[in-house]
């Protein structure tokens, strides 16, 4: 009877006791529209400002929010009245419990040639879960004002036979992900069969998920923005 009963009692207590990140949900922001001396904002997200001069190439996160529907907010810096400026970018989302996300600010390619790139929100859902004995996970986001491209992902010199991942037709607002051998890799943008950028090199670490962000405006601003997570 007396193990019944702390049975039952330890039991109560793992419901009563589940951590709060299983009720919440996880984001991280990316400022990927370049702008004089980096462009900094102010982040609200429902009542809260969240983010303080938030400049260009930066990633914050992760902030914990309580599973539901927000509004997010972005305005000019304001270091005496932070998000106190005239909104220039909002968007509503709906986040999961358990979940993590990020919300990328960047810019869309140009629709006339000639004509200056329009900002824009776009959310991406991100798998952190582990990817298995040995792997790292690597998460490519299409974030640049700049047309769709061919990505290609390799370690070594790229001869035939070393590991490579293809991604073709890779536009804005895309994102890819793949669980890949940890190590040195690179990646190479090619536009119409012909290479435009890269060979860049980039480091996967096991156990770890690397986002890499393509952002700014082609060719001028534009570069790549990488975050590394520990993957536990």
């Known amino acids: 009877m007396r193990q019944t009963l702390f049975a039952f009692l330890l039991a109560s207590l793992c419901v009563l006791a589940l951590p709060a990140a299983a009720q919440s ?72 419990a358990g979940k993590t996300y990020v919300v990328a600010a960047h810019l869309a390619p140009a629709a006339m040639p000639n004509h200056n790139p329009e900002a824009k929100l776009t959310a991406f859902g991100v798998d952190l879960s582990p990817p298995g004995p040995g792997l790292a996970r690597l998460f490519l986001h299409h974030t640049a ?9 390799f370690r070594g010199d790229g001869s035939p036979g070393t590991p490579a ?20 890799w690179r990646v190479v943008l090619s536009y ?23 952002a700014g405006v082609f060719p001028d601003t534009f570069t790549y923005i990488v975050k590394e997570i520990p993957l536990f």
């Open 145 to 153: 004002a700049a047309p769709a491209v061919d990505v290609t992902a």
């Open 192 to 214: 119409q069969n012909n290479p435009v950028f890269g060979p860049t090199p980039i480091q996967l670490k096991p156990r770890t998920a690397l986002l890499v962000f393509a």
């Open 25 to 96: 949900a996880y984001v991280y922001a990316v400022h990927g529209i370049p702008g004089m001396n980096g462009f900094p904002v102010d982040v609200k997200v429902g009542s809260e400002c969240v983010l303080k001069g938030f400049t260009f190439g930066t990633v914050a996160g992760p902030l914990a929010l309580p599973a539901g529907s927000y509004t997010l907010e972005i305005s000019a810096a304001n270091a005496q009245a932070p998000c106190s400026n005239a909104i220039v970018l909002s968007g509503n989302y709906t986040l999961a």
């Open 165 to 184: 991942v293809t991604i073709p037709s890779f536009a804005n607002g895309d994102q890819e992900q793949a669980a890949l051998r940890p190590g040195n």
